[in-house]
């Protein structure tokens, strides 16, 4: 099943309207609602994802707010993508971006959340939820442009 959450009523209509004339719309569910809310009920229902991508509000708090939650969301070895989180917006203070600076004060001090590699503008990270060996600091490859941003962020 994939849940399909959008704050804005017209174009969650649109998304439903286009997704309808696919194959397998109807394991869709289109939701108009806050997405930290809508969080909140899918840990409480006991829902679990093998994927989650995460593309809403970009700022920090938003973005954090995700972050704290997807352990309780995440099936062991699933994987989380989040957009903008490679944006030149993340190292400007002035900016309202904090996607990456929310996923380093959070996912980035969680053995469990490995990062996996950037795609354009996105960061996936893996969650394995059982840690038997982690990896140290110093192992784990970042893109240099995340490197670059996290300098710039640290001052």
Avoid at 33 to 49: N, P, S, V, W, Y
Avoid at 51 to 62: P, Q, R, T
Avoid at 107 to 118: C, E, I, P, S
């Amino acid at each position: 099943m994939i849940e399909a959450v959008d704050i804005d009523l017209i174009t969650n209509i649109q998304a439903r309207e286009t997704v309808s004339k696919l194959p397998g719309a109807e394991r869709v569910n289109f939701v108009v609602m806050d997405a930290t809310r809508r969080l909140d009920e899918l840990i409480q229902m006991g829902r679990k994802f093998g994927f989650l991508f995460v593309d809403h509000w970009h700022g920090y708090d938003a973005t954090h707010d995700v972050c704290v939650r997807l352990d309780k969301l995440l099936t062991d070895k699933a994987f989380v993508l989040f957009h903008d989180a490679i944006n030149p917006g993340n190292a400007d203070p002035d900016h309202p971006y904090g996607v990456f600076p929310a996923i380093e004060d959070t996912l980035a001090k969680d053995d469990r959340f490995v990062f996996a590699g950037n795609f354009g503008c996105c960061a996936l990270y893996q969650f394995i939820e059982r840690v038997e060996t982690p990896a140290a600091p110093d192992q784990i490859q970042s893109p240099s442009f995340i490197n670059r941003l996290r300098r710039k962020l640290q001052g």
